[in-house]
């Protein structure tokens, strides 16, 4: 891939946020996921409210949010977006020790959520990390990844699923 493919690139190499001022407004939706791994019993102190530094979902997803809000201040290049909405939700595996975080960021605007939703799913996770450490140094932060994404130029994307394992 050369430089002048990637558009944070100018014709030197060198860095730039891309110009959005001519793309149509359209609405955007992205979606990311990651997992965090932990001790069974790390998890059953968070599902049960349990924890030490108090409601770790409650405020893991107020991060996220907060984070998604702020993408544009953590990542290089990204324009600051007026969102329309943040969600981050958890599906916890108590027998696997794994929360799953999932993020779906709204907006109606000139370029794509995508950045916002991966943020909104590291730092959520990254708080669950930091409010649970005292009793669990082993947890694994993992899978971050986009899910899907809609809305703009480059049209729907959606991951392809994992094959089943026999």
Do not use: W
Not at 63 to 88: D, F
Not at 114 to 126: F, K
Not at 130 to 158: N, T
């Amino acid at each position: 891939m050369s430089a002048s493919s990637l558009t944070h690139l100018n014709d030197r190499g060198e860095a730039r946020m891309v110009d959005v001022s001519a793309k149509d407004v359209t609405s955007r939706v992205a979606v990311a996921e990651g997992q965090i791994s932990m001790a069974p019993s790390t998890l059953d102190l968070i599902l049960e409210d349990k924890a030490q530094k108090g409601d770790v979902l409650a405020a893991a997803r107020i991060a996220g949010i907060m984070a998604a809000k702020r993408t544009h201040e953590l990542i290089p290049l990204c324009h600051s977006l007026a969102l329309n909405k943040v969600a981050v939700e958890f599906d916890a595996d108590r027998d696997a020790g794994q929360l799953s975080v999932r993020s779906t960021v709204k907006v109606d605007g000139k370029t794509g959520v995508e950045m916002e939703a991966l943020t909104a799913v590291s730092v959520a996770c990254l708080t669950v990390y930091d409010m649970c450490k005292a009793v669990d140094r082993d947890m694994v932060i993992s899978g971050i990844r986009l899910l899907e994404k809609s809305g703009g130029r480059s049209g729907h994307y959606r991951v392809a699923p994992e094959p089943e394992s026999r």
